[in-house]
């Protein structure tokens, strides 16, 4: 794989990524109590969103902008619901020294061309496309045009969909993509979370996949690191009790701080995928059985069943070689009984 975002290697460790959205409720005290607060639940990144209403969408109000079909923001327009939730450009230099500070990657979604210069002044590490921009070709050209690593959720694209964002970076000879499997419902219901595509991700287009997750629980996370997920992305709210578009499906800190230690274990324990020989095993291997004499042998005398046995402990000769010596082999020297059996001791 061979992508780094900032000092983080995600061949080495998968990244869990904070994401502010629109839990900053506009107040930058909030947004950056909230950057503390992740960085203590053990996040490795904080991911922001870099928009206006005016980059995002137009003010206009008629039934092909008026939200409807059962989302939380039903009866909203899109351009009332983005001025509730972005988030000042002006707060994004404070919150990048802050983040620094703090030990956190920071990065962002762009939305448009003007947020990617934006962002390049402020030299990120890398840039995420969010699920509703898959289609935006041209963006993420341009995005993956800063030779910067490029994470693309795929909350509402098909097959064909990811094949030309990819190829889209591919072009510009951006080859350092990183898929999100997202499903782009609000909260996402357990059984729409579709993390069983991961490996098959991977395997069609040759890059690492992570997991932008709107479920409300941690499970999603863990499962999907399970299945070789090498970025969670998940919303993270101060408090559950701040009236913001995505508190529904964001962790509060002690929840994340959960999510982090259960995705990290997760990871930990999933390995390398070698059958190297660990300390640990070859510590354990002197439990495993061996041939041991278990009755005092004369010089001369006959192995039998009567006195080598195949017990524990794991000192003696392995147990493949009873046949070969038990009935067909005698004792070099005399031997006490409890005396591992080894092939210096066998004429």
């Known amino acids: 794989m061979g992508i780094k975002i900032g000092n983080f290697d995600l061949d080495k460790d998968i990244m869990v990524v904070a994401e502010l959205s629109a839990n900053h409720k506009q107040s930058l005290e909030i947004a950056k109590e909230t950057l ?3 960085k203590e639940a053990g996040a490795d990144a904080v991911k922001l969103q870099t928009y ?9 109000d008629n039934e092909y902008f008026r939200i409807k079909g059962g989302t ?17 450009w002006e707060w994004h230099f404070e919150l990048k020294e802050l983040a620094e500070k703090l030990g956190l990657i920071f990065f962002s979604t762009p939305f448009d061309k003007s947020a990617v210069d934006f962002l390049e002044e402020l030299n990120v590490p890398a840039y995420k496309v969010a699920s509703f921009e898959i289609t935006d070709i041209p963006l993420i050209e341009y995005i993956a045009s800063k030779g910067k690593p490029v994470i693309i959720s795929t909350g509402i694209a098909t097959l064909a969909d990811i094949e030309e964002a990819i190829n889209a970076c591919k072009r510009v000879g951006n080859n ?10 609000y909260p996402t219901p357990i059984e ?25 629980g941690i499970e999603v996370p863990v499962a999907a690191t399970a299945l070789g997920a090498v970025m969670i992305e998940k919303h993270f709210i101060l408090d559950r009790k701040l009236n913001t578009p995505d508190r529904d499906f964001s962790l509060t800190p002690d929840e994340f701080a959960q999510m982090v230690k259960a995705v990290k274990n997760t990871r930990r324990a999933l390995g390398d995928g070698s059958y190297k020989v660990t300390e640990g095993m070859k510590k354990g291997r002197q439990f495993a059985r061996s041939l041991f004499v278990v009755k005092d042998v004369k010089k001369g005398e006959l192995f039998t069943e009567d006195n080598v046995r195949s017990i524990r402990p794991g000192y003696g000769l392995h147990p493949k070689y009873y046949k070969d010596i038990v009935g067909k082999k005698r004792a070099r020297k005399d031997i006490k009984a409890g005396t591992p059996l080894s092939w210096d001791l066998i004429d």
């Open 72 to 88: 939380l923001w039903d009866g909203k327009t899109l351009y009332e619901l983005y001025e509730e939730a972005y988030m000042p």
């Open 176 to 185: 350092q993509i990183i898929l999100l499997k997202c499903t782009s419902a």
């Open 36 to 38: 503390y607060a992740m």
């Open 192 to 216: 729409e979370a579709n993390i069983g595509v991961i490996p098959s991700l991977r395997k069609i287009f040759g890059v690492p996949v992570g997991l932008s997750d709107h479920t409300k």
């Open 52 to 60: 206006t209403p005016d980059t995002i969408t137009a003010p206009f």
